[in-house]
């Protein structure tokens, strides 16, 4: 009897184990098989049309495996490349200076009034990109008040101007991305344990010492995770150059947006595309490296 | 002296924090002040405080046709992206599986690319297809990109959860079910609100993947692009500001709610 009784527990047990290794891939399928429909395939698309070439009529296209597309396209578009990367360097590192301090008087000096600054931080994504950055033109802007004030006391010239600059541009790029830098330095540092930072003091490690060799190294991942957060919408951004930007100033998402749009010549811009992703996907494996997809995601 | 250095030093990120804080609601609070600018069609400078913009937002043509599109393709895509997501959250967070690692960098890869890749690749795919671009176009592009965000929020919140309380369920005889229901589905819930909020926020402000996909239809950011080159109309800082309050209401309201659960608890 007692026999028969452990039979049944361990063929339930044995039914609840096939039952649970069939679940996650029930869960998992849906949203997967959407991803590869929307994601994995268009991207295969944009690599097969990137090395298409013209036939006949306008925006039709036959496969020639043409791979001498890619060169031609980096060739005529070399300086967005570059710009593109700079501006979103210079916009990275501009973020991090802002969000960290930012960040760490969040985790460790709001006391009650934590939860308050963290919506404050999130505040502009409650309004449109859009609109934000519009804003920004015109505070900017010739008529605004900025430059007002500063043709006043004569820091800059009358023909000088802030809008349509690569200033205006880097800006614009760190504005919009800064809380995506916010959040996860935020979150790395307030996981870190006070005390750690208390026992580096009683080792008589001063301010800047307990910085650098505990809080420091300890909110890496959240360096890591923000940086990357910050710079891969920053370099493929087309909006703060189009609207804060001067045709000098124009990145390789203006590119690729006129290649689609206005010249219809979609090797190219699949092309591009296609080498804009994969310089962002070898940065970010050097970072994955580094922390760990588990940790970033 | 160290003293004096020490609240120096204190003070000084406190300083700082609020120099960056006043650059966070710059443009928010110029975009909320010239929703009352009595500016006419381009308004773009100050020219006195009215409330007729508030009064008929729909006064600029098409804004909101704009508006409502954009909450109908927002909501649509939410409410799919959020039950794909969470789906898959729960796998990941509540179960072992064979191909974890590559699913995680499934989740992971929409994240990293830029949206203009994510929104050429699509139409390139629908123009190979033949598909006409439109809502039903834009609304997948939407849950696409959605999706890897709500499976990042409602993970996090399940990685917080104290296994103990799963445990203490199953001890008193909850089933599998019953205890899912009853005890994790409620813990998780905020989580899933919240990833919810993120999915409708992202949606409804997309401007790069929805311009390739959307067609000839407009949203309310394609509106602002496309009226940008010769000035935004008062009215849309009227929406951007109203969406502005109703998206503090919410945050403030949830987190009212969760302080009280919390003090309930303790």
Not at chain 1, 121 to 129: E, L, R
Not at chain 2, 61 to 72: Q, V
Request: hydrophobic share 50%; charged share 15%.
């Amino acid at each position: 009897m007692a026999f028969l009784h452990v039979q049944k527990t361990t063929n339930r047990l044995k039914g609840l184990k096939n039952n649970r290794s069939l679940i996650p891939y029930l869960l998992l399928a849906p949203g997967l098989i959407w991803l590869s429909i929307f994601f994995i395939f268009p991207i295969l698309q944009l690599g097969a049309t990137s090395t298409k070439t013209p036939a006949g009529e306008i925006g039709f296209f036959e496969q020639t495996y043409r791979f001498q597309n890619y060169i031609d396209a980096f060739l005529a578009s070399k300086e967005q490349f570059y710009r593109s990367f700079l501006y979103a360097t210079l916009a990275t590192i501009l973020a991090l200076a802002i969000a960290y301090p930012l960040a760490y008087a969040i985790a460790f000096k709001s006391g009650r009034y934590k939860n308050i600054l963290l919506v404050m931080v999130i505040a502009p994504f409650f309004t449109s990109f859009l609109l934000r950055t519009i804003a920004w033109k015109q505070i900017l802007g010739e008529e605004g008040p900025v430059v007002s004030a500063l043709r006043a006391v004569s820091i800059i010239g009358d023909t000088t101007s802030i809008t349509a600059t690569p200033f205006a541009v880097v800006t614009g790029l760190t504005y919009n991305f800064l809380p995506f830098m916010t959040l996860p330095l935020y979150a790395s540092l307030e996981r870190i344990d006070p005390r750690t930072m208390e026992a580096a003091g009683d080792l008589y490690a001063n301010g800047l010492t307990t910085f650098r060799k505990v809080t420091l190294p300890l909110s890496m991942p959240g360096v890591v995770a923000g940086t990357l957060l910050t710079f891969i919408p920053a370099a493929g951004d087309y909006i703060n150059a189009a609207i804060l930007g001067d045709p000098k100033s124009k990145m390789l998402g203006n590119v690729i947006d006129a290649y689609y749009f206005r010249i219809v010549d979609y090797p190219t811009a699949a092309a591009l595309s296609f080498m804009l992703m994969a310089a962002i996907l070898i940065l970010v494996t050097f970072y994955i490296r580094r922390a760990g997809t588990e940790e970033l995601v | 002296m160290r003293s004096v250095k020490r609240w120096a030093s204190k003070n000084l990120i406190r300083i700082y924090a609020f120099l960056a804080f006043t650059y966070i609601f710059i443009p928010i609070i110029y975009t909320i002040a010239f929703s009352f600018n009595d500016g006419g069609k381009s308004n773009l400078t100050w020219k006195g405080f009215t409330l007729k913009n508030w009064a008929n937002p729909c006064a600029a043509p098409e804004i909101c046709t704009a508006l409502g599109n954009s909450l109908k393709i927002g909501l649509t895509s939410t409410i799919f992206a959020t039950i794909l997501g969470t789906l898959i959250a729960f796998a990941l967070g509540r179960y072992h599986f064979k191909g974890r690692s590559s699913t995680n960098l499934l989740i992971f890869l929409p994240m990293a690319t830029p949206e203009i890749v994510l929104g050429a690749s699509l139409l390139t795919m629908f123009i190979g297809l033949g598909v006409d671009t439109g809502f039903v176009t834009t609304i997948i592009a939407h849950i696409m990109f959605c999706i890897s965000f709500v499976v990042v929020t409602v993970k996090a919140r399940i990685a917080s959860l104290d296994p103990r309380l799963e445990q203490a369920a199953m001890d008193l005889y909850a089933n599998e079910w019953q205890t899912f229901r009853r005890v994790t589905l409620p813990l998780v819930a905020p989580g899933i609100a919240a990833a919810a909020l993120l999915a409708f926020s992202l949606s409804f402000d997309d401007f790069i993947i929805t311009n390739f996909t959307i067609g000839t239809e407009i949203t309310f950011p394609k509106f602002v692009y496309t009226s940008a080159i010769r000035g935004v109309p008062a009215q849309a800082n009227v929406i951007g500001a109203a969406m502005f309050f109703i998206a503090l209401a919410i945050v403030i309201v949830g987190q009212v709610l969760a302080s009280k659960r919390k003090s309930k608890l303790s």
